[in-house]
């Protein structure tokens, strides 16, 4: 069995093979090799090699045909391995299916001895010899053999400092020969050993410590937050050094095909001339432009043979891999050689551009376009920006406060404050607020949704803070760990900074910088477009090509995209994202505007059902109007309503000025407030006294809820729209509760639409929530006209912990594998998605129509989304501004199923 591929002179053994076998360098070699273009020679040992290795097996296996290997390159480089007259080098480099940047291990330079040294020497000066071999001794000391790379790192500061020189190209080639001598002396000290002096003993240790670095921590925890499996291992490929640093005829580069930040179609990249191609990534040098640029120091104008052949590789490349390329080159002595080639990574602007272009260009199809995108990248399309230029500034002026993980994209900047209540005062002022907390709780909620930004101290990527903000689409870091919140001074500090609550801060969620002052931000351009119409479509590139990929889209998918809105704003923006209909209306929302909150408690305190139902009479107009303005926005697409959720303590007040606030300006005492506040207080996981068991005790308040929606449709209908409510009851998980509500909400409709004298048209149905009612569906479905999935609470209840503690414990469980990651971010298909499963197909066992949609978080993560797909759900249902995520992840996970290819890019 074929396990290793000889690539070089124009023929590829591995050609056409793919990712799967050779990893994503050793593919790329292959087919670079096999279009012509100039690739130094070399092979590619294939990735199953690594899963055995993994498992424990030797390398033995492989030796044969990595020897006959070894001939083919010796003969295609014309050059041999350990001959001291002509030394053949190798560099020797990792190479998974999906690219890992920087996270596993190379070797450059090997095949350097101590007799092949001198041989480089004669051929191409002594300095230039000294100095591969001192890198390679660096490199193979720190992989292989494992010797602290910073001893090295000293031996060479020690001869600096002697030399009293300062920069690595001020050192002679006596000075480089002291280093390998120290560096030599280095390993014999800590390992026991002379360096070995045997090329093939080199290589073979660095085969072994490539396919080794496999395993190791850095390699584990990006393959854990990148999704990529365990098994699929590394190729490791062996080429043919070429040397860049070689004088001023030779240079290393990179390049991409197109601009990855724009996605604008021109060459973008840089070089250095005289260097090798870790010295571009150190970043001691600053390197130079490709394009000509009249600096006279451009690829194009200082060797410009090179750059027109890098040209021509470019249209090859693009031609053949019908995507953007990002290029690794090395020019020596005038002569160009491809290193590497892969898929560009780049922003979402770039994406949605690319993928367009290169549908008009004849390069991919509609289908492949929309695979090219990944979902999460529309989020950067939408999320508002800062002045890059005013930005840089800023921290140039030493304002930068600290970084954090960027939770949420985009820019806000506002008044720091310190609690959700002062973020509630202050943006009730009409200030911008940038929430700054330690980490946050429920309680913070409103504070949250009053800021622009939040921004915490502690906690991860799936922190409260984090999630919420991902939901509400705010701007949010979070773990931004240098900087502490001082309460008892009212300010936050990090080392040499501070800012006082009140002060102006701005925070950019794309990149996690957090910045002391106001810088100006902007809506999006998309935004600008869609919701403010600032900019008309014609004048907006991103927006003609983000609308596109968004067609081509909903041509492509089979699952409905509905919007969780509780006004008639967010109503707005879900119909100009796209929406088809509204999956969740969470009626609660509408109770806490400040005028509301009043008669909210009011009705919550009330002694009798007649004051309670008087209460209520002042509520009703209001959510009537809430429900009109809803059903304007949405037309006859479908707006599901959920009647009352939470229990009832969460309307009362729970600090003290409130509450004095609140008895004063009800009349009524603070230790009522108090004694009722605590009397209905429920803990996480809330199961107990509300939605429909609140239903059933307190049946005036859904009526009321009923009536205010079947009024609201009425007015509609009257102005001549086609209302189509659905009216949902929550938390159910036995039919008995949904069959009472289901009688109680017939029997208040047919009385308002018996006063209107109008056909109403509507739907009554429920959510699935709590675990019990997924495994009754096929009881709950008999009477009931849809489900909905809230996978908010099934999480939280199928896990028995709730969302707030995951800022605690959850990154330990995942850390230590108790749990492989975290249930909320995304939905699990052995728990969560299991229920799911099971109250899709026992609902559809009694009612094979049963529309089933999903309202709960998971609705706009593109990975869950792909799951609702195939259990056969009707719609998801996602906060507004996910809508053009979920419709992109629809049709993706519509094309998965008909095996096209996805993304490789992410
Ligand atoms: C849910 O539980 O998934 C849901 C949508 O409801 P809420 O988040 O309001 O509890
Ligand atoms: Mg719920």
């Not at 050094?241 to 930040?261: K, L």
């Not at 929430?435 to 915490?456: C, K, Q, W």
């Not at 939280?796 to 909320?824: C, H, K, N, W």
Request: proline share 5%; aromatic share 6%; charged share 30%.
């Amino acid at each position: 069995m074929k396990r290793v591929y000889s690539f070089g002179n124009g023929v590829a053994e591995g050609a056409g093979l793919g990712k799967e076998t050779l990893g994503g360098k050793g593919a790329g070699l292959a087919e670079m090799t096999a279009l012509g273009i100039p690739v130094p020679p070399g092979f590619t040992i294939e990735t199953s090699v690594c899963a055995d290795v993994s498992r424990g097996a030797s390398l033995d296996g492989i030796r044969p045909e990595v020897e006959s290997a070894l001939v083919k390159l010796e003969h295609d480089a014309d050059k041999h391995f350990g001959d001291p007259e002509n030394p053949l080098l190798v560099s020797v480099r990792s190479g998974a299916r999906s690219s890992m940047p920087g996270m596993m291990d190379t070797i450059l330079n090997l095949g350097l001895t101590s007799r092949t040294v001198k041989g480089l020497a004669a051929r191409s000066g002594d300095r230039f010899a000294f100095d591969c071999r001192r890198r390679f001794l660096e490199m193979y000391g720190d992989v292989v053999l494992r010797v602290p790379r910073h001893e090295f790192e000293k031996a060479m500061k020690e001869v600096k400092k002697a030399r009293g020189v300062s920069s690595d190209a001020d050192l002679s080639a006596a000075d480089l020969a002291e280093i390998v001598r120290r560096d030599e002396q280095i390993v014999r000290q800590r390992t026991g050993h002379d360096f070995p002096d045997d090329p093939r003993e080199q290589l073979w240790g660095a085969i072994g410590a490539v396919f080794r670095s496999w395993e190791n921590e850095r390699a584990k925890t990006y393959r854990k937050l990148h999704h990529i499996p365990d098994d699929w291992g590394t190729a490791v490929s062996v080429q043919a050094m070429v040397f860049g640093n070689r004088g001023e005829t030779s240079a290393t580069g990179v390049a991409f095909t197109r601009d990855p930040a724009s996605g604008e179609r021109k060459f973008y990249g840089e070089f250095l001339p005289n260097a090798q191609g870790e010295d571009v990534v150190a970043g001691l040098r600053t390197p130079r432009p490709l394009n000509a640029d009249g600096s006279g120091l451009s690829l194009e104008e200082t060797m410009p043979r090179a750059y027109a052949d890098l040209q021509l590789v470019r249209e090859r490349l693009e031609k053949r891999f019908r995507d953007m390329q990002d290029l690794e080159f090395t020019i020596e002595e005038d002569k160009l050689y491809l290193l590497q080639t892969r898929n560009g990574k780049r922003t979402g602007f770039a994406a949605v551009r690319i993928a367009t272009d290169m549908v008009d260009e004849g390069l991919i199809d509609a289908e492949e376009a929309v695979a090219r995108v990944e979902p999460e990248q529309l989020v950067q399309l939408l999320a508002p920006i800062f002045d890059g230029k005013e930005k840089d500034a800023a921290v140039k002026q030493g304002r930068l406060l600290g970084k954090g993980l960027p939770a949420g994209p985009g820019a806000a900047c506002g008044r720091i404050a310190l609690t959700a209540e002062r973020a509630v005062a202050m943006a009730g002022k009409g200030e911008p607020v940038v929430l700054v907390r330690e980490e946050t709780s429920p309680e913070d909620i409103a504070g949250m949704h009053a800021a622009a930004g939040i921004l915490t101290t502690r906690g991860g990527a799936t922190s409260h803070a984090a999630v919420v903000a991902r939901g509400m689409g705010r701007t949010c870091i979070v773990g931004a760990g240098e900087i502490t919140v001082d309460h008892a001074h009212k300010e936050i500090r990090s080392k040499s900074l501070k800012a006082a609550e009140g002060d102006w801060i701005s925070i950019d969620g794309t990149t996690g910088e957090v910045l002391i002052g106001k810088l100006s931000t902007r809506p999006s351009e998309v935004l600008q477009v869609t919701i403010e119409g600032t900019i008309k479509p014609e004048d907006s590139a991103v927006h003609r090509a983000f609308t596109r990929i968004l067609e081509w889209a909903d041509a492509r998918r089979r699952l409905g995209v509905r919007a969780n809105a509780d006004t008639p704003n967010d109503a707005r923006i879900a119909r100009l994202f796209g929406a088809e209909g509204i999956g969740l209306c969470r009626t609660e929302h509408m109770f806490f505007e400040a005028r509301r909150i009043v008669a909210v408690r009011e009705m919550i305190l009330a002694e009798t059902l007649a004051e309670r139902r008087a209460a209520l009479a002042k509520i009703l107009p209001m959510q009537r109007e809430d429900f009109l303005g809803i059903f304007r926005e949405m037309g006859d697409r479908p707006v599901t309503i959920r009647l009352l959720d939470p229990p009832l303590h969460e309307f009362l007040p729970h600090d003290d000025d409130t509450m004095q606030k609140t008895a004063t300006e009800l009349g009524v005492s603070i230790e009522k407030i108090r004694e009722r506040t605590h009397a209905l207080k429920e803990t996480n996981p809330m199961l107990g006294h509300r939605g429909c068991r609140l239903g059933i005790t307190n049946p005036e308040i859904y009526e009321m809820q009923v009536r205010a929606i079947f009024e609201a449709a009425a007015a509609a209908m009257r102005e001549g729209l086609h209302p189509n409510p659905e009216i949902m009851i929550p938390l159910v998980g036995a039919r008995g509760e949904f069959e009472r509500l289901r009688v109680l909400v017939e029997d208040s409709a047919k009385k308002v639409i018996a006063e209107a004298g109008l056909e109403i048209p509507y739907k009554v149905g429920t959510m699935i929530e709590v675990p019990r009612a997924a495994l009754r569906a096929n009881r709950i479905a008999l009477n009931c006209d849809f489900f909905s999935f809230g996978t908010n609470d099934l999480t939280q209840m199928t896990y028995g912990y709730s969302r707030d503690d995951v800022g605690t414990f959850l990154p330990v469980y995942i850390a230590e594998g108790i749990l492989p990651e975290d249930p909320f971010s995304s939905l699990d298909q052995y728990g969560v998605g299991e229920l799911v499963a099971i109250g899709t197909r026992r609902g559809r066992e009694v009612k094979p129509k049963l529309k089933v949609g999903i309202c709960g978080e998971h609705g706009g993560d593109p990975r869950s989304i792909e799951f609702f797909n195939h259990v056969g759900l009707d719609y998801v249902s996602c906060s507004p501004f996910r809508v053009p995520v979920a419709r992109l992840a629809a049709a993706r996970a519509s094309l998965a199923e008909k095996n096209v290819g996805t993304s490789s890019t992410a």
